[in-house]
């Protein structure tokens, strides 16, 4: 039966066991003519009605999706609910639009299907960012857990410290309550809420990203004769479909009234509370003009003064940031709210960036997305802030891999490593990069002490550039609660008391990492200020924009207020015909200076990464004939599942400001049925979310495993080590370290360190590399690792045999020496073009920065100068004594790069 359509059994699906009919008369044939006629005049009608209505849909699918397109806000206007007979039953439709209130998360990411039009397909592919979506299938080929959401509690009005997972006596969980609905009462009073709703009754139509670039109109020439790209949402403004809300200038008008609101009442909540609200004094951002990128002063050079934006004096301002820079984030913002896009925020650092002495949801990046994730959503965007950064090591690892490592949909890149890489030469690494290997151009923010480097790229090829200032002794000034800042410099947990999960081992009252030179909470919480206070004057602006141009031009806004190709193809350009042997990475680089003029790609066994699974080097092993692919050995089965709730005493001190309730703050609920509503997201998108993970793992293998083999067999040897369980990617949405042995389960952290081990007995470890054109492969290899510690060739005695006899494993020794017959070789498409004996190896690699061994074993500049694009197989293996012996030549792959 379909429901939808009320359509009953057909007279071939209908049982045995029902009565007969009885024999047909001539006024029941009447009555059937008669209701036949009637149910025609019905579909007429109907049919009338959608035409009336202008609602396209493609398909029924887009129908079913169209049930939970609206919020409904009840009463007259717009988006009301709807009652559709299911089977003789009524059931209440709750839809959610564009920019109408939302039942969300308030643990992190929303956990809500989005409408269609919203996001592109082409953009956050890979990794399911941000995740909404619990990923319900257990059978991951690689026993990683990707769940991130098998918890969600979309109830906006109800406290997540009433969470039923916390132990909580009932007393204690209504108290909660009632103490949460009186905040937000008073949120509602103070600061106002979000109040936006589209009086249009019928669904609107909108813009299907994934067929654009095949319509007749799109990709016209501009006046330069340059085309737009429709992949970047850059189509003009016919191709916005009559109805669709960027039409509408009614529509444009209240949004951007609300918008400036809601990103005003935020900012006044920061100044509130750090104490500005009184004096004005800070807050604001220090613009340099535009003509001095030279000096390294904030106050720029010798041209016009520096002005100072959002309020405050120059010496209050909290961040920097050239004029053309703050114009192109504006832009970039603009683009994001008119395509309804994703926009990517993505960080690079050492230890103290990553949060190390604090719960990973403290670190500064992750309390940038607490607070801006709501006003990103109210204005139709999706923000994913990731925190890349890895203590002790700095970014020459994971930047050599392009795009792989910190993703390639960057709108915005901070970088902070000074206390690992006073090298500039390390930063510009990082920075070309960036530049360079995304979809995206990012805007490059500097988070201390690479203002220089910063500087060179934007005189050297445009970059738009800023940084974070130092303002003195930011810190929240509470009226009601006294902290010692000194003293209180952590308040980090490792558990909470849960009802949910009894841990097996005993869990740590202290909390690691907690160095003299790491920040605590309240530090990051002030940088995370400084760049949500960017972002929200960055709002404002764009706000003025639109309305001004909308004055002038109508809507849809006029491609040259938020098309980004034209810039960003001109600093993409600049960086790749650069000079590579006399830029800073390029001299840090000698052996392989091109590395730092083209786009490279990689793969790693550490954590954080964006999408884990295709971007580790195991994603791109060829099995061995019998099927094998590397293992990672000693996995440990993870202690529970899903997003932990959040922690009771990190709580905003009672009495004192909360920025994230107050940027979350909606309207009283008024007949949404909210349960019912998570009820139908949760279980649509979990089957949703299956579809996306098999779909992941079927398409990881991007060449043929069952094609000939060649002269070189894939070995059987070769296994993963250290690599944590979980999903690891660095965003709110990742869950990680969750093994049942930690003592720190609830810390968040996603730093990893795995490695692909191989040693004399592993044989041959073949990656398959699509689409290469550069004729370039490095990789960071670590020859120190321990005789004998490669488990899965344990009881070996010859190259892939797979007899166990219990072997013994030595890791505490001190590192080892490469036993004199120890040699690693590497070959391309079955020919042999590099072949080292330990000594060679140590002396030909580089060691840019503490601890990172680099290895260019392939460089054939020819490839690229006969334009090559092909897929290649690149296999390694160590070669060393014979017999057992054979484990003692053993190295650690944990990153390749190629291009």
């Given at each position: 039966?379909?429901?939808?359509?009320?359509?009953?059994?057909?007279?071939s699906t209908?049982?045995?066991?029902?009565?007969?009919?009885?024999?047909?008369?001539?006024s029941?044939?009447?009555?059937?003519?008669?209701?036949?006629?009637?149910?025609l005049?019905?579909f007429?009608?109907?049919?009338?009605?959608?035409?009336?209505?202008?609602?396209?849909?493609?398909?029924?699918?887009?129908?079913?999706?169209?049930?939970?397109?609206?919020?409904?806000?009840?009463?007259?206007?717009?988006?009301?609910?709807?009652?559709?007979?299911?089977?003789?039953?009524?059931?209440?439709?709750?839809?959610?639009?564009?920019?109408?209130?939302?039942?969300e998360?308030?643990?992190?990411?929303?956990?809500?299907?989005k409408?269609?039009?919203v996001?592109?397909?082409?953009?956050?592919?890979?990794?399911?960012?941000?995740?909404?979506?619990?990923?319900?299938?257990?059978?991951?080929?690689?026993?990683?857990?990707?769940?991130?959401?098998?918890?969600?509690?979309?109830?906006?009005?109800?406290?997540?410290?009433?969470?039923?997972?916390?132990?909580?006596s009932?007393?204690?969980?209504?108290?909660?309550?009632?103490?949460?609905?009186?905040?937000?009462?008073?949120?509602?009073?103070?600061?106002?809420?979000?109040?936006?709703?589209d009086?249009?009754?019928?669904?609107?139509?909108?813009?299907?990203?994934?067929?654009?670039?095949?319509?007749?109109?799109?990709g016209?020439?501009?006046?330069?004769?340059?085309?737009?790209?429709?992949?970047?949402?850059?189509?003009?403004p016919?191709?916005?479909?009559?109805?669709?809300?960027?039409?509408?200038?009614?529509y444009?008008?209240?949004l951007?009234?609300?918008?400036?609101k809601?990103?005003?009442?935020?900012?006044?909540?920061?100044?509130d509370?750090?104490?500005?609200?009184?004096?004005?004094?800070?807050?604001?951002?220090?613009?340099?003009?535009?003509?001095?990128?030279?000096s390294?002063?904030?106050?720029?050079g010798?041209?016009?003064?520096?002005?100072?934006?959002?309020?405050?004096?120059?010496?209050?301002?909290?961040?920097?940031?050239?004029?053309?820079?703050?114009?192109?984030?504006?832009?970039?913002?603009?683009?994001?709210?008119?395509?309804?896009?994703?926009?990517?925020?993505?960080?690079?650092?050492?230890?103290?960036?990553?949060?190390?002495?604090?719960?990973?949801?403290?670190?500064?990046?992750?309390?940038?997305?607490?607070?801006?994730?709501?006003?990103f959503?109210?204005?139709?965007?999706?923000?994913v802030?990731?925190?890349?950064?890895?203590?002790?090591?700095?970014?020459?690892?994971a930047?050599?891999?392009?795009?792989?490592?910190?993703?390639?949909?960057?709108?915005?890149?901070?970088?902070?490593?000074?206390?690992?890489?006073?090298?500039?030469?390390?930063?510009?690494?990082?920075?070309?990069?960036?530049?360079?290997?995304?979809?995206?151009?990012?805007?490059?923010?500097?988070?201390?002490?690479?203002?220089?480097?910063?500087?060179?790229?934007?005189?050297?090829?445009?970059?738009?550039?800023?940084?974070?200032?130092?303002?003195?002794?930011?810190?929240?000034?509470?009226?009601?609660?006294?902290?010692?800042f000194?003293?209180?410099?952590?308040?980090a947990?490792?558990?909470?008391?849960?009802?949910?999960?009894?841990?097996?081992?005993?869990?740590?009252?202290?909390?690691?990492?907690?160095?003299?030179?790491?920040?605590?909470?309240?530090?990051?919480?002030?940088?995370?200020?400084?760049?949500?206070?960017?972002?929200?004057?960055?709002?404002?602006?764009?706000?003025?924009?639109?309305?001004?141009?909308?004055?002038?031009?109508?809507?849809?806004?006029?491609?040259?207020?938020?098309?980004?190709?034209?810039?960003?193809?001109?600093?993409?350009?600049?960086?790749?015909?650069?000079?590579?042997?006399?830029?800073?990475c390029?001299?840090?680089?000698?052996?392989?200076?091109?590395?730092?003029?083209?786009?490279?790609?990689?793969?790693?066994?550490?954590?954080?990464?964006?999408?884990?699974?295709?971007?580790?080097?195991?994603?791109?092993?060829?099995?061995?004939?019998?099927?094998?692919?590397?293992?990672?050995?000693?996995?440990e089965?993870?202690?529970?599942?899903?997003?932990?709730?959040?922690?009771?005493?990190?709580?905003?001190?009672?009495?004192?400001?909360?920025?994230?309730?107050?940027?979350?703050s909606?309207?009283?609920?008024?007949?949404?049925?909210?349960?019912?509503?998570?009820?139908?997201?949760?279980?649509?998108?979990?089957?949703?979310?299956?579809?996306?993970?098999?779909?992941?793992?079927?398409?990881?293998?991007?060449l043929?495993?069952?094609a000939?083999?060649?002269?070189?067999?894939?070995?059987?040897?070769?296994?993963?080590?250290?690599?944590?369980?979980?999903?690891?990617?660095g965003?709110?949405?990742?869950?990680?370290y969750?093994?049942?042995?930690?003592?720190?389960?609830?810390?968040?952290?996603?730093?990893?360190?795995?490695?692909?081990?191989?040693?004399a007995?592993?044989?041959?470890?073949?990656?398959?590399?699509?689409?290469?054109?550069?004729?370039?492969?490095?990789?960071?290899?670590?020859?120190?690792?321990?005789?004998?510690?490669?488990?899965?060739?344990?009881?070996w005695?010859?190259?892939?045999?797979?007899?166990?006899?219990?072997?013994?494993?030595?890791?505490?020794?001190?590192?080892?020496?490469?036993?004199?017959?120890f040699?690693?070789e590497?070959?391309?498409?079955?020919i042999?073009?590099?072949?080292?004996?330990?000594?060679?190896?140590?002396?030909?690699?580089?060691?840019p920065?503490?601890n990172?061994?680099?290895?260019?074993?392939?460089?054939?500049?020819?490839?690229?100068?006969?334009k090559?694009?092909?897929?290649?197989e690149?296999?390694?293996?160590?070669?060393?004594?014979?017999?057992?012996?054979?484990?003692?030549?053993?190295?650690?792959?944990?990153?390749?790069?190629y291009?």
């Amino acid at each position: 039966m379909d429901p939808r359509r009320g359509r009953g059994p057909s007279s071939s699906t209908t049982s045995s066991t029902w009565p007969s009919p009885p024999p047909p008369s001539r006024s029941s044939g009447r009555r059937k003519v008669v209701l036949f006629a009637l149910l025609l005049v019905v579909f007429a009608g109907l049919v009338v009605l959608l035409l009336l209505s202008g609602a396209t849909y493609a398909s029924e699918r887009d129908i079913d999706v169209a049930d939970t397109l609206r919020v409904d806000r009840g009463g007259d206007g717009g988006g009301g609910a709807r009652d559709d007979d299911k089977g003789g039953g009524r059931r209440r439709r709750v839809v959610i639009g564009f920019h109408e209130a939302s039942v969300e998360n308030p643990y992190g990411a929303n956990a809500y299907r989005k409408p269609p039009g919203v996001g592109y397909t082409v953009r956050p592919r890979g990794g399911l960012h941000p995740k909404y979506v619990a990923d319900d299938d257990d059978d991951d080929d690689d026993g990683l857990d990707y769940d991130g959401d098998d918890y969600n509690d979309d109830d906006y009005d109800g406290s997540p410290y009433a969470d039923a997972r916390l132990e909580m006596s009932t007393s204690e969980r209504e108290a909660e309550r009632t103490r949460w609905e009186e905040e937000a009462r008073a949120i509602r009073e103070a600061y106002g809420y979000w109040d936006f709703k589209d009086d249009r009754r019928i669904d609107r139509p909108f813009v299907d990203w994934s067929t654009v670039g095949t319509t007749a109109t799109v990709g016209r020439r501009t006046k330069d004769g340059e085309g737009y790209d429709p992949l970047l949402g850059e189509i003009d403004p016919v191709d916005f479909p009559d109805g669709s809300w960027q039409a509408d200038d009614e529509y444009v008008s209240r949004l951007i009234d609300e918008g400036r609101k809601l990103v005003r009442r935020v900012r006044d909540a920061v100044y509130d509370e750090y104490g500005w609200e009184g004096d004005g004094s800070g807050g604001g951002i220090l613009l340099l003009p535009s003509e001095d990128a030279s000096s390294s002063g904030v106050d720029g050079g010798g041209g016009r003064d520096a002005v100072v934006v959002g309020g405050g004096t120059k010496d209050g301002a909290v961040a920097w940031m050239y004029e053309s820079s703050f114009r192109a984030l504006t832009k970039k913002l603009l683009n994001a709210m008119i395509t309804n896009d994703h926009f990517f925020v993505t960080l690079g650092g050492h230890s103290a960036a990553a949060g190390h002495g604090n719960n990973f949801r403290q670190s500064y990046m992750m309390e940038f997305q607490r607070v801006m994730e709501p006003v990103f959503d109210r204005l139709g965007m999706i923000l994913v802030s990731a925190n890349r950064a890895q203590g002790g090591m700095g970014t020459i690892q994971a930047a050599l891999a392009g795009s792989s490592i910190y993703g390639g949909d960057a709108d915005f890149v901070l970088w902070d490593s000074s206390m690992t890489e006073k090298d500039g030469r390390a930063q510009d690494l990082f920075m070309r990069q960036a530049l360079l290997a995304g979809v995206r151009v990012p805007i490059l923010f500097d988070m201390g002490n690479g203002r220089g480097t910063l500087d060179r790229l934007r005189g050297e090829v445009g970059a738009q550039v800023g940084g974070v200032l130092d303002s003195t002794n930011m810190l929240p000034k509470f009226r009601h609660t006294t902290i010692n800042f000194d003293e209180s410099k952590y308040n980090a947990r490792c558990w909470t008391a849960r009802v949910d999960v009894r841990p097996d081992v005993e869990q740590d009252q202290g909390f690691g990492g907690q160095a003299s030179w790491h920040p605590g909470n309240w530090v990051h919480q002030s940088k995370a200020r400084r760049i949500s206070l960017l972002f929200l004057h960055a709002l404002d602006e764009a706000f003025t924009v639109w309305e001004a141009a909308a004055s002038a031009g109508g809507n849809p806004l006029d491609g040259i207020h938020w098309h980004l190709r034209h810039e960003e193809d001109a600093i993409r350009d600049a960086v790749r015909g650069a000079n590579a042997t006399a830029t800073g990475c390029g001299q840090l680089f000698a052996l392989a200076p091109r590395l730092c003029t083209i786009p490279m790609r990689g793969a790693t066994e550490w954590t954080p990464r964006n999408d884990p699974y295709r971007s580790s080097i195991r994603s791109l092993v060829k099995p061995s004939p019998r099927g094998y692919l590397p293992e990672i050995i000693d996995l440990e089965e993870i202690a529970y599942r899903g997003r932990d709730p959040l922690i009771p005493s990190q709580r905003v001190p009672k009495g004192e400001v909360d920025v994230a309730a107050i940027a979350r703050s909606l309207p009283p609920r008024d007949g949404v049925d909210v349960k019912r509503l998570r009820r139908r997201l949760t279980e649509g998108d979990r089957n949703r979310s299956t579809t996306i993970s098999r779909r992941r793992r079927a398409g990881s293998r991007f060449l043929d495993s069952n094609a000939p083999p060649g002269k070189i067999i894939p070995g059987e040897g070769p296994s993963v080590h250290g690599h944590p369980a979980g999903f690891c990617d660095g965003t709110s949405n990742s869950v990680c370290y969750r093994q049942k042995s930690s003592t720190c389960l609830m810390s968040g952290h996603n730093d990893g360190r795995g490695s692909m081990n191989i040693d004399a007995l592993s044989g041959w470890l073949v990656l398959q590399l699509t689409d290469v054109t550069e004729g370039l492969f490095m990789a960071r290899v670590e020859p120190w690792h321990q005789y004998y510690s490669n488990k899965r060739t344990e009881g070996w005695v010859t190259v892939n045999n797979g007899t166990d006899d219990g072997g013994r494993r030595r890791m505490k020794a001190p590192p080892p020496q490469l036993p004199p017959e120890f040699r690693f070789e590497v070959a391309v498409n079955d020919i042999v073009v590099t072949s080292w004996n330990g000594t060679e190896l140590l002396e030909k690699c580089l060691q840019p920065s503490y601890n990172n061994v680099i290895c260019v074993f392939w460089n054939d500049e020819d490839w690229a100068t006969k334009k090559k694009k092909k897929n290649v197989e690149l296999a390694m293996r160590v070669l060393g004594p014979e017999g057992a012996a054979g484990r003692t030549a053993n190295v650690g792959i944990t990153h390749i790069y190629y291009a």
